[in-house]
């Protein structure tokens, strides 16, 4: 605070120095320069705008519909996997970069309920996407990170999901099991809430398709 | 030596007449700040800024070798780890650090509360401080992200998960904080640049702001019971107190701030020396499992909020009550601007600091034990006390084996170990009648799922039989008194339940 009266000298001190010029050199002069710069600060603008739109077209490139990140991508022989069995199968992102790493390993759960039956759970638990784990001796998913738990069916069992786990499409095409994959399952995209007073039957999670 | 002294007048007034800084600098060193402001509770502002320097540096150096892509993070980090020397002690440092910093950071916002300093003229560096908390969390999470290991992927799949709950545009904002639809190589670009340009430049010059305030305005005395802040008459009286019971900034409150920096700076070196790097865990590969991810220190309270909100309340929490902290931080200066400083008459303020802090504790301390979860190895790696299975007889010892390798283990401890999602079972048939326990195996409820469809009626006999072993010696089991009397009356009682 010592120095507040200072900054109070310097203040008038300006103020004055352009009062002068301005006597000097007449109003018409000064109100041209003020003009001159509103022009200089309406080019920036502009020029800022034109530039600004390609910048946020870039910035916004990864927005984009949630099917153009998908493809159908094959699991491998339907027969291969034993019917009433949940299986743990992995598969690559279809949409990757070189640089992306292990990260586009994806894994799912693969259930197969009969003959060309199939339901096929995304890992990530319903309540905030933490990867799920199967226990085939007590036909349960559990969440490892806040207790979430669903049975065979991918129905909530208990814990704080407010749903069923997030399943995939899936068809068969020459005896090969495909699943529309391609995008990290959240609240989002795959399904809107689903009340839990009323639970999925029969196993068909409505979260489908 | 005299020449010596001479040359370097020399050279520092040649310097001088082009910097032109020595009436700035000593302007703001020997600035008089009032006597009692020069007090060990002052000096936790600049410990924040001497902790950021740190990080800047040790940043820069681990800069050197880190490669932030997404195919190489993980590796250069265990390089920098395992292969560099000194490698693991830099980046112990910066993860230390970066523990340090949040903390000061808090510490520092809690006694500027207390001690009412973000009154009036003081508002703005308030407002100015609180971006700066959000700053230094925006640094501490991207920072985490860029470990980019197990803890980095599905911490950063609850962020996610969290933005994917805003209405209508909850998918954008995914693809836009991911860059991608997964978490994956361009995910991990973006919070390096947010992590070393965006939010580092944003501090810099909101620290600028918050320290050319603290100057320019003062620092704030130290509150009196009674002596009241009116917006009118305060400046006056402020520059009273500096003036007349003041003492230069420098050395006079600074000394203090220099040993406590100097404190801080050897803790976080001894902590990263004894403790060591954090991590990286696993390597972030999504198809791996066999995980338990958790979030880092400043984060593991939201991790415990989060496992005990309702079901119904947690989109409306997640999205509001940010925002509501937020807006409820800036608005302290603007609601209290005037009155009462200190602490000795604001019985709201510190109650409802005192508050924050016993609820961050708990939160943060339930969520390193995470009661809530299951224990995922609990069912085939715990061993069942053998007080429990001596004298047991087949059937019992069949229970046991069921109560293992159905995985109710995982969430129910025995013998203090287990689960704790569910209560301990030790003493259970005091609590619970066999009918009581076959129905509640069956149906689940509360937090429990239902066994009945995984179960065969014989399983369940088992495990009730072993389950109504489980009370102390001197308390006898729970009974029906309606099946008791019907035992009595000699009538063969049914299982009434419905
Ligand atoms: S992420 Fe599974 S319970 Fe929270």
């Known amino acids: 605070m010592s120095d507040s009266p200072k900054k109070q000298s310097t203040g008038p001190d300006i103020h004055t120095a352009s009062e002068q010029a ?3 050199e007449g109003p018409a002069v000064v109100s041209r320069r003020w003009l001159l710069l509103k022009a200089g600060v309406a080019l920036n603008g502009l020029v800022g705008l034109a530039l600004a739109v390609p910048i946020v077209r870039y910035l916004l490139a990864p927005v984009r519909k949630d099917e153009s990140y998908k493809s159908w991508i094959s699991l491998g022989a339907a027969d291969s996997f034993p019917v009433g ?87 068969i095409i020459g005896g090969q099991l495909q699943i529309n994959a391609g995008q990290m399952p959240s609240l989002s995209n795959t399904a809107k809430l689903v009340n839990i007073a009323t639970p999925a039957k029969d196993g068909d999670c409505p979260c489908r398709g | 030596m005299p020449g010596m002294k001479q040359s370097a007048k020399q050279i520092y007034n040649w310097l001088e007449r082009r910097l032109q800084v020595e009436g700035p600098v000593k302007d703001a060193v020997l600035h008089k700040v009032p006597r009692n402001t020069a007090s060990w509770w002052y000096v936790f502002g600049s410990a924040a800024f001497t902790l950021l320097m740190l990080q800047i540096v040790t940043g820069i150096l681990l800069a050197l070798v880190y490669v932030p892509s997404g195919a190489e993070a993980w ?3 265990n390089i920098l780890n395992h292969q560099v020397p000194l490698g693991w002690f830099l980046r112990a440092v910066h993860a230390w650090g970066s523990n340090f910093m949040v903390a000061v950071v808090f510490i520092h916002m809690a006694q500027v509360f207390l001690f009412g300093a973000y009154k009036f003229p003081r508002e703005l560096t308030w407002t100015v401080g609180v971006f700066l908390l959000l700053m230094t969390l925006g640094m501490a999470f991207t920072g985490q992200v860029l470990r980019f290991d197990q803890d980095a992927y599905w911490g950063l799949g609850i962020g996610v998960f969290i933005l994917s709950r805003v209405p209508i545009a909850g998918g954008s904002l995914v693809h836009l904080l991911l860059g991608g639809p997964t978490i994956a190589g361009a995910t991990l670009s973006r919070c390096f640049a947010l992590h070393v340009f965006v939010i580092p430049g944003t501090l ?8 050319w305030m603290v100057l320019k305005l003062g620092i704030n005395e130290w509150p009196m019971p009674g002596r009241l802040v009116r917006k009118e008459t305060y400046i006056e009286e402020y520059n009273k107190l500096a003036h007349e019971d003041g003492i230069p900034f420098v050395p006079g409150a600074f000394w203090k701030d220099l040993v406590f920096s100097a404190a801080v700076l050897a803790a976080v070196g001894v902590c990263a020396a004894v403790f060591g790097p954090s991590g990286p865990s696993g390597q972030p590969d999504p198809s791996i499992t066999q995980t338990v991810p958790k979030p880092d220190f400043p984060f593991l309270w939201i991790y415990a909020v989060l496992s ?61 034990s995470t009661p809530w979860s299951p224990h995922m190895s609990a069912w085939s790696g715990d061993t069942l006390p053998v007080k429990y299975l001596r004298e047991a007889t087949p059937l019992v010892r069949q229970g046991a084996v069921i109560f293992q390798a159905k995985q109710c283990r995982n969430c129910h401890s025995i013998g203090g170990h287990g689960g704790e999602r569910g209560p301990a079972l030790d003493a259970v ?70």
């Open chain 2, 429 to 498: 048939a005091t609590r619970m009648t066999p009918d009581q326990m076959r129905y509640k195996v069956v149906t689940g409820g509360g937090n429990m799922p239902a066994y009945g469809k995984n179960l065969a009626p014989a399983e369940i006999e088992a495990l009730v039989s072993f389950l109504e072993t489980l009370h102390p010696k001197n308390e006898p089991p729970a009974f029906d008194p309606s099946q008791q009397a019907n035992a009595a009356t000699a009538s063969t009682g049914g299982s009434g339940r419905p």
């Open chain 2, 204 to 211: 810099l010059v909101l620290v600028a702001m918050h320290v």
């Open chain 2, 308 to 368: 005990y909100l309702p079901p119904s309340m947690e989109t409306p929490f997640i999205l509001i009550a940010p925002i509501l902290m937020i807006a409820g931080l800036l608005a302290v200066p603007f609601v209290a601007s005037e009155g009462e400083k200190s602490w000795h008459r604001r019985p709201v303020a510190v109650l409802a600091l005192s508050m924050v802090a016993v609820s961050w504790a708990v939160f943060t301390h339930l969520a390193m």
């Open chain 2, 75 to 77: 590796n250069s980090l």
């Open chain 1, 22 to 24: 301005s006597d000097r």
């Open chain 1, 85 to 171: 069995e949940t299986r743990l199968v992995s598969f690559k992102n279809p949409w990757t970069q070189p640089w992306d790493g292990e990260t586009d390993n994806v894994a799912a759960y693969v259930r197969k309920e009969g003959a060309s039956q199939f339901t096929v759970f995304a890992i990530n638990c319903a309540h905030l996407g933490c990867p799920v784990r199967w226990f085939p001796q007590s036909q349960l998913f559990m969440c490892p990170c806040h207790g979430g738990v669903y049975y065979a069916d991918g129905s909530r069992a208990s814990g704080p999901p407010e749903r069923g786990l997030f399943t995939y499409e899936y068809k």
